[in-house]
Nanobody, 127 residues
Framework: QVQLVESGGGLVQAGGSLRLSCAASGRTFSAYAMGWFRQAPGKEREFVAAIKWSGGSTYYADSVKGRFTISRDNAKNTVYLQMNSLKPEDTAVYYC????????????????????WGQGTQVTVSS
């Protein structure tokens, strides 16, 4: 059973920064791509960023490109999301997710490709 636990959310003013962490356990972390998604009130869950199992490739939603950075530490079984220049529209519950397929060759942005999800952490950006 894979467990994902997010942390690092909170309240921040527009223009500020936050760093989210997601600690994984239960299987070989380094063999699976990881993703971050978010869900704002009344909206569908949407893709934010993903990182390949090796850490050698990343992909971002256009809305966060240039402001957010995804990274991973396979020795610590942890994936991070550094969020800079935050905007009120970034307010959402942020979820980390683990790919369902080991050693996938390309990154995927679709929710159904991710088999395991954390409980989410709230990020609120005030104007």
């Amino acid at each position: 059973q894979v467990q994902l636990v997010e942390s690092g959310g909170g309240l921040v003013q527009a223009g500020g920064s936050l760093r989210l962490s997601c600690a994984a356990s239960g299987r070989t972390f380094s063999a699976y791509a990881m993703g971050w998604f978010r869900q704002a009130p009344g909206k569908e869950r949407e893709f934010v960023a993903a990182i390949k199992w090796s850490g050698g490739s990343t992909y971002y939603a256009d809305s966060v490109k240039g402001r957010f950075t995804i990274s991973r530490d396979n020795a610590k079984n942890t994936v991070y999301l550094q969020m800079n220049s935050l905007k009120p529209e970034d307010t959402a519950v942020y979820y980390c997710a683990a790919d369902s397929r080991a050693l996938r060759g390309t990154l995927t942005t679709t929710l159904s490709s991710y088999a395991y999800w954390g409980q989410g952490t709230q990020v609120t950006v005030s104007s």
